[in-house]
């Protein structure tokens, strides 16, 4: 029988498409990764993680916070339509988007902290493709059965049977889908109202359309997608290497101790023979399918759970524990040596990080602490410049908005300085004598628009540009703002 023909290529030969097609495909099928059920304290801690998750992001919208008539009581609500964020006792408004910028900032700086000194562990705990993807394997093993029963109904032939574990197993999968899509939607509606109006079809289009989006999005990554959402879609693990060093602790295998594998017989591993019994349930194990006996690796998520799969092996062999275990590469060279090892948490990186932290929680908490309950925002006319007046004087015009943030009716008093003997004067309110305030009443939680002229006399102009500072002051509560501005008049020549 003859032989196939092997293509054959010096290596200073150029690969032909055919040839480059042949010894490596772009695209590979996807191998479904089938997680097995593992106990121990790995898994414990993560499901604990997964209960406290979960319970957070159903229950946060229902929680009510008093701030007042007419405000929203929801503790945490983001109100596209009146402009406004709530967080318990902080209330956003849009030209304050730098709080949230740096509660983002806050979050990376510890997302890095906590990387560069125990790994992945986000990625394995509490991010939330990790959760959801946890909760709907849970659902999967509970309805069809555990790794081998999965297996095995997949690769059966369409029956009765196959069919309605499936549909079952989809139908839970969409209905947590729809609480997680209608969840996350109550975070910018008020949570009863919204509930009431969703199931008796008195919600907008706009509401269903998220809440079917966030549906769809779930039910796809979670259900679907999984494990390839962490390896191809999420960047972190393409640049979480920049935050490891030597010193980090990270899922690790004892290769030392447990090479080579074999000796599968209860007791001590036979001469010559490493720990490791080349069962593979560390890799039955892994939530992304990963043999972490090849070392790190960009899918390892760094939940643990091969650590649970292998002691419990290990227990049964009656052969020590943690061949596969959270350690340092540092503690894992000393230890193939016999000397003794130290977690080092304080490191050039980690206090770098942990200053960082601190920075930003010190200026976002002095932030805080020193925001006022009112803004003034003042925009001169540009058309015209300015108005000469029948008696000489110059008058210039601005519009001036005050941004009222308490939850009361306000009078604050207006006055502007920088020009002796100017005065001011605000459309449908009042006029100041020379010198002296104008009282501005402002309604609680919005933004009042007034218009305001400011004449100066000629001879107290010096420049045809002079700056002035109008200020804005609660005589009652003693908070105020300032404003800068500008008051334009004739060119110098043109003044006497």
């Known amino acids: 029988m003859e032989k196939p023909a092997v293509a054959v290529r010096s290596r200073k030969q150029k690969p032909t498409t055919e040839a480059a097609s042949a010894d490596q495909s772009l ?5 479904k990764v089938y997680p097995k059920a593992v106990t121990g304290p790995y898994r ?14 159903y229950l946060v919208p229902w929680i009510r916070w008093d701030r007042g008539p007419g405000a929203p009581d929801q503790a945490v609500l983001i109100d596209m339509s009146a402009g406004r964020a709530y967080f318990l006792w902080i209330e956003i408004w849009p030209q304050e988007v730098y709080y949230i910028t740096g509660l983002l900032v806050l979050g990376a700086f510890g997302l890095f902290l906590v990387t560069s000194l125990y790994g992945r562990v986000w990625c394995g ?20 059965g555990d790794r081998g029963a999965r297996m095995r109904l997949d690769q059966s032939p369409l029956s009765v049977r196959k069919v309605g574990l499936k549909t079952a197993t989809h139908t839970a999968w969409l209905l947590i889908s729809l609480a997680t899509g209608g969840a996350w939607v109550l975070y910018f509606n008020n949570a009863p109202t ?56 990270v899922v690790t295998y004892e290769k030392w101790r447990g090479e080579p594998r ?77 000397l003794p090892t130290k977690f080092r948490p304080v490191r050039p990186r980690t206090l770098i990080y942990a200053g960082l932290l601190l920075l930003v929680c010190a200026v976002m908490a002095a932030a805080l602490a020193t925001r006022t309950t009112v803004e003034v925002n003042v925009l001169r006319d540009r058309a015209p410049l300015f108005v000469t007046l029948s008696d ?46 104008v009282v501005l009443h402002a309604q609680p939680d919005t933004v ?45 020549a043109a003044l006497h």
């Open 392 to 437: 000489g004087d110059i008058r210039n015009g601005y519009t001036l908005k005050i941004l009222n943030k308490r939850r009361a009716d306000v009078d604050y008093e207006l006055s502007v300085v920088g020009i002796d003997g100017a005065r001011l004067v605000v459309q449908d309110v009042g006029e100041s004598d020379r010198g002296g305030p």
């Open 125 to 144: 705990y509490t991010c939330p493709q990790t959760v959801w993807t946890d909760l709907f394997m849970w659902v999967e093993r509970v309805i069809e």
């Open 448 to 492: 009042v628009p007034f218009r305001v002229f400011v004449t100066a006399p000629r001879g107290a102009l010096t420049s045809d540009s002079t700056s002035i500072q109008f200020i804005l002051r609660d005589p009652v509560g003693g908070t105020g703002d300032r404003y800068d501005a500008v008051f334009v008049g004739p060119r110098p």
């Open 262 to 338: 074999g000796g599968s017989k209860a007791g001590p591993a036979p001469e010559g023979l490493g720990d490791c019994i080349d069962c593979g349930q560390c890799i039955a194990a892994c939530p992304t399918g990963i043999d972490i006996r090849d070392g790190l690796q960009l899918e390892c998520i760094g939940c643990g759970l091969c650590i649970d799969a292998c002691n419990d092996i290990m227990t049964k062999v009656g052969r020590p524990l943690n061949l596969v275990t959270f350690d340092t590469e540092n503690n894992q060279e000393a230890r193939s040596k016999g």
């Open 194 to 249: 919204f509930v009431v109006d969703f199931f008796t079809g008195a919600a907008t289009a706009k509401q269903y359309f998220f809440v079917g989006l966030f549906t769809a999005t779930t039910y796809l990554l979670a259900g679907w997608a999984r494990e390839q959402v962490c390896t191809y879609m999420c960047p972190w693990p393409r640049f979480q290497a920049a935050m490891l060093d030597r010193d980090s602790m």
């Open 27 to 31: 695209y590979a099928d996807r191998v």
């Open 44 to 57: 414990r801690v993560k499901t604990a993680v997964l209960v406290f998750c979960l319970s957070l992001y």
